[in-house]
Structures are given as C-alpha cells and as structure tokens.
C-alpha cells in the first residue's frame, strides 16, 4: 500500500511542471545599467476550462491578469535601474511622432516571427541554416526606425495564457482518479495552465536578440502552477520570464575567458 | 461476476449511438422565414458570462481586422457597404460594422460582435445590389439571432456530455471488466457530427431571415436563391475544366448546407416573403456605379487565379446583362492566360472585339496591337498602339512602346 501511494506521489509530481527555455543571439548581453526600455502591449488571455476541455475566455479574469501583469513588470524594471516605457495602449508613442499604426505594424511583424522562432527553435522543426546560431531573426528596418524615433534601446514583446479548470473538469478529475481502483485509470485528464513568452528587440539593430518561452501546467485538473489573476502570481510569471536572462554564447565564452 | 460484452457487439452499439446522433438524415427541414424574429435589439451588449469573454475576445479581433492591409479603403465604397448593412440589418442596423478585404474568394463572414467581413470575390460575382444585400443580410441574421454564442454554447454542451460519459463508461466498464474506448471513439464521432448538424441549421435559419430581411428592404427577393444558382454554376465550370466532377463533400461533415437545398428553399421561402402588389427592386445600375471603380481590379485578381473555367463562368454569367468592353477584355485574358491550342487565336479575336467598345480597357488596346504585330499585321497594329499611348499615355511601358513604334 505505501508503494502505491509513493507511486501515485511520483505520478502526480511528474505531470505536472514549470518549464522555461530561452534562446540568444550569441552576441547577446543582458541589458545593464542606464538603457531604455520599451515594453510593447502585452497580449494577454485567460479562462476557464470547461468540463470537455474547451477554454473559455472570462473578460474580467483576463483584465485583473492584465493589470497584474504591467503592475509586476514595473516594479521588476524599477529594480533593474532601466528607464522603462509600458504601452498599456497602441497610441502611448503618439507623442514621440509614432502613430498607433506604425506600433500595430510592427506588433504583427513581430508576430510572424516570433510563430517563425517558435515552429523552428520550440516546435521541433529545426533549421539546418540556424544551427549553432543562437537566435539569428530580426524585425528589420521597421524596429530600427521605431528606435531613431523613440530614443528607445530594446523593445520587449509579452504574451500571456492562462487557464483554470472549472468546477466540472475538477469533478470529472476526481472521478477519473476515483476510476483507478476499479482499474480505469485516467489520473491526468489535464485542464489549465500557462503558456507565455517574451521576446527582447534591439532597436539599434532590429534584431531579436532573446527569446523565452514559459510553459507551466500540470495533467491533473484543479492544481494550478500560478495564477496571473493574482499579484503574486503574475509577480511569479515575470520573475519566470525575465529575470535569469542568460548571455549569449560568445559573450559567455569570453566572460568564462577572462575568469569572470 | 462481470458481464460478457462482445468487442463486436459494443462496435455495434456505438454505431447505433453515432446513427442516432445523426437524426433520421443529412437534410435540415426548411425553416419558415415567418418563425425568425430577432432575438437581440438596437445598442445590444452582452451580459452573460461566456458571452462577455467572447466579445472581449472578438474585440481584440476587430482591431486586428480594422488596420489590415488587406483592406480596400475606398471611402466612397465603404460607404456604400454601410448603407446596405443599415438597409438590411433588421434592428441591429446601426451597430454592425462591415470591412471589405481584398480576397478573390465568394464569401462573406459576420463576426459575434456584429462586425461583418466581405470578400472582394464577392462584390465580382454578384450582379445587383439586391443580391449583395442578400448576402449581407443573411450575415447579420447570425447577429440578430446570436448564432455564434449559440453555437459556443452547443459545443460546449456536447462536450462537457462526452466528457462525462465517456469517463462514466470507462468507469462502469472498467468495474465490469470491458474496455470501452471503441465506444468512446464511436460517440466522440457522433458528437462531431451532431455539431456539425447544428451549424447547417443555423445557417438554415440565416437563409429564413435573411429573405425576410432583404423582402423587408424593398429588394426582389428572388435574387438570394438566384446567388446560390450561380455559385453551383461556377463550382461545375471549374470542376469540368480541370475534367473533375463538383465537390460534393456538402453532407455529413458539412458546416453548410448543399448549395443545391439552399437554393430550392430559398425560392420557397421568398415567395412566402413576398407580398402582393409592392414592388422589389435589383437596383443594379446602383451597384454597378458603386463598384465601378474597383471592377477591373476584382476581374484582373479573378483571372489570374488560374481558374478558366470558374473565370469564364463569371464572365459569362455578368454579360447575361450586357457585354461591354471590359468584359470582353477579360474574357479575351482567360483565352490567352488559359494558353491552350487555339487560344493565342481566340485571344486575338476577343482583343480586337473588346476595342469595338468605347469603354474597352487600355491594356485591351495594348494586347491588340501586340497580337497584330504577331500576325504580321503592322499598318494595324501601329494604329492600336498609337491608341494605346493615347489613352494611358504613363503606362510603365508607354516609353518601350513609342520605341517599338519607330520599327513599325
């Protein structure tokens, strides 16, 4: 009977996780010191799984998460030292002369090539062109341009997904679970969880010069990994995404060089 | 003891199961134009849970659609698919927003938030204004009856069901010893074919109150059941040109329903809607000023689709009111793109009958001097080139041209 349950422990801890992999240019050096930061609109969406396994999005969940989420990136940014710039809206440049067109254009360039960065460094379809290249993608011309008119150094791109089970797909959980001891076993239906990424732009080169993706979820409904719609919660999902930035690998060849 | 079950005897029950899902057949009962009220009114906004977070959603959507560069911006145009969305949006008239993206493609789409987008496919192949208002009204049926948060609702419905009984039954089976997951695969197909069956009907509903809403308007309602006559017209064209039959695949795993049963229902149903003694208008010199300006940009992104057949039809079924100089022009390009034996030919006598018009196209004066110049023809074809230049005097080409004239 004790093995049972510490195989049952084991099973359960296994499903569920918290995963972060980040990719750099080689050349990459986390920003330090007086840099200006702009963070661009974060895309955020969050629902409820609904006892099929649909997500169901909830307008109020997905405002709290929201507003949680630029709270945390602040006070993350006010520790750094960055002169930092969030646009809660797409027309927060206007004043610089950027117009919310310009933003929204270069959020949709930077969409297809953060789908490009995801299919062939996360997804598996790998690139012989990029091999050993770290992250070698860039917005071009545009983000460039965006930088000269801003005075900005790096833009930071956000997504963000969460979802919780509902009350049905905890239920139906449980009798899954209950199932296993007359020999159906279905202890991991999933329901819930969260995917994000963050990208980081030099606008000085257009590239995209870092990228990581958060994924934290678990196969067992009803236990949640983090919850943006909570401050700390999403003081987690930030502190995940962005606070151990790895250099890039030639910078941390030539650090381990000179003994650092 | 556990019950003996034959594998056989529950692939059976299953298929039972997904039979009965199914109902007693493919077709959906016509739905009686009559029975359609609307089910929301003017500055409607949502209150349900679910249906806030998918106008939330939808919002972010509409912002997306709204600055894409597909879009054709033609103010006077927009205005005009404005004008039509209020004249037949029922009670919701002034809340819908309609955006015309520039896509080669027979289709319309409308949005749950009452944002409707349509194709520039469209605005080619219908032939008055009563039949685009036929289209733009059965759009904003699904807005007046909430079809897309209906729809949501149904799907979530269903698989909440299958969730739960496809556990149940792994459960109970598994107290009595039997696998079930055959039984499960089996009712999870019956439950993608009863959704599938509830969006043909929706659409049903659409057609019903969307004959309504154009008879409403003053438009010939005939013209709705007349658009789905054309468009099997054009899926057969194509399909004999490339020597394949029509799809078909309008059946089980259909979100529509055949364009065949569209169309006989809404001739039923615009006879129910039409009254006596009032008069319905097709105002199509209406329509035709208003696209005017686009027309040739719509016929030159449908040519070169590379699908003559469907191309021709179109071309065809647009003369029925009158050939003119344009659509001569393109017909003459389908010939020359299609480039089979006897096309260059056919081409050549299309470009030269498309000129006998006055408002044939430069680029009709163009290719007919080039096709002259091939036939040797040199006198003539210096004379359509000259007329060329005349016309569109800083065409890209208009410098190599007055160069080739000096050989002429």
């Keep these: 009977m004790r093995r049972l349950i510490i195989a049952a422990t084991c099973a359960a801890a296994l499903s569920a996780c918290v995963q972060t992999k980040q990719y750099a240019d080689v050349q990459f050096a986390p920003p330090e010191g007086e840099y200006k930061l702009l963070v661009m609109r974060p895309d955020v969406s969050v629902g409820s799984v609904t006892t099929g396994g649909l997500v169901e999005p909830r307008a109020d969940w997905t405002e709290q998460s929201r507003a949680n989420l630029l709270a945390a990136l602040k006070a993350q940014q006010a520790s750094r030292g960055g002169n930092v710039l969030i646009l809660e809206k797409r027309d927060g440049l206007a004043t610089m002369g950027v117009n919310s067109d310009t933003v929204a254009e270069l959020e949709r360039l930077h969409y297809a090539v953060g789908a490009s960065i995801a299919l062939h460094r996360y997804s598996g379809a790998y690139l012989p062109t990029k091999r050993r290249k770290g992250l070698d993608w860039t917005l071009g011309q545009q983000a460039v341009d965006l930088g000269r008119r801003t005075g900005y150094d790096y833009a930071l791109f956000l997504h963000a997904e969460d979802s919780f089970a509902s009350t049905g797909r905890v239920a139906l959980q449980v009798l899954g679970a209950a199932g296993c001891i007359v020999g159906f076993c279905a202890p991991n239906i999933g329901g819930g969880g969260q995917f994000a990424y963050a990208s980081l732009v030099d606008l000085r080169t257009g590239e995209v010069v870092w990228f990581n993706v958060l994924q934290a979820g678990t196969q067992i409904a009803g236990i949640s990994m983090g919850d943006i719609r909570k401050p700390e919660g999403a003081a987690q999902m930030v502190d995940r995404l962005l606070n151990r930035m790895k250099p890039g690998r030639e910078v941390q060849r030539a650090m381990k060089a000179s003994g650092q | ?408």
Excluded: C
Excluded at chain 2, 14 to 31: K, N, P
């Design chain 2, 1 to 408: 003891m556990s019950v003996l079950v034959s594998r056989r005897g529950l692939l059976a029950g299953g298929g039972a199961i997904a039979a009965a899902a199914l109902g007693t057949g493919i077709a959906v009962a016509r739905i009686l134009p009559g029975a359609m009220q609307p089910l929301i009114g003017p500055g409607y906004k949502p209150t349900d849970r679910d249906e806030i977070g998918l106008w939330q959603q939808m919002e972010r959507v509409e912002e997306e659609i709204a600055g894409s560069n597909l879009l054709i911006k033609d103010p006077g145009l927009n205005d005009y698919l404005r004008d039509l969305i209020g004249n037949v949006g029922g009670p919701a008239a002034k809340d819908m927003r309609i955006y015309l993206a520039r896509i080669p493609e027979f289709n319309a789409v409308m949005f749950p938030t009452g944002f409707a987008v349509v194709f520039s496919g469209l605005l080619l192949r219908m032939r008055n204004e009563a039949q685009l208002a036929g289209v733009i009204a059965h759009e904003s049926a699904h807005f007046l009856r909430k079809h897309q948060i209906r729809q949501w609702r149904d799907v979530r419905r269903k698989t909440d069901l299958l969730a739960i009984a496809a556990m149940g039954a792994g459960v109970a089976g598994g107290a009595a010893g039997v696998y079930t997951g055959d039984l499960a695969r089996l009712a999870q197909l019956g439950t993608i074919l009863t959704m599938l069956r509830y969006n043909r009907s929706l659409e049903a509903e659409a057609d019903a109150m969307g004959v309504r809403l154009l008879a409403d308007a003053g438009y010939a309602p005939m013209e709705m059941s007349r658009t789905w006559e054309q468009l099997i017209g054009e899926l057969d064209a194509s399909a004999k040109y490339r020597r394949k039959k029509r799809d078909r695949g309008y059946s089980l795993f259909s979100t529509h329903p055949a364009p065949e049963a569209r169309m006989a229902d809404l001739k039923l149903s615009a006879s129910e809607v039409t009254i006596a003694g009032r008069s319905y208008e097709d105002h199509r010199a209406r329509y035709l000023r208003a696209i005017g300006a686009i027309r040739p940009t719509l016929l030159d992104d449908q040519v070169k689709l590379n699908d003559p057949g469907a191309s021709q039809y179109i071309i065809d079924t647009l003369a029925q009111d009158g050939w003119n100089g344009l659509l001569r022009f393109y017909e003459a390009e389908v010939w020359r793109l299609r480039n089979r034996a006897g096309d260059d030919a056919r081409a050549a006598q299309g470009y030269a009958v498309a000129v006998q018009y006055a408002d044939a196209p430069a680029d009709a004066w163009r290719w007919h001097g080039i096709m002259l110049q091939k036939a040797g023809r040199r006198a003539e074809a210096k004379y359509a080139f000259a007329h060329y230049l005349s016309v569109a005097p800083d065409a890209p080409d208009a410098p190599f041209i007055r160069q080739q004239l000096q050989f002429l």
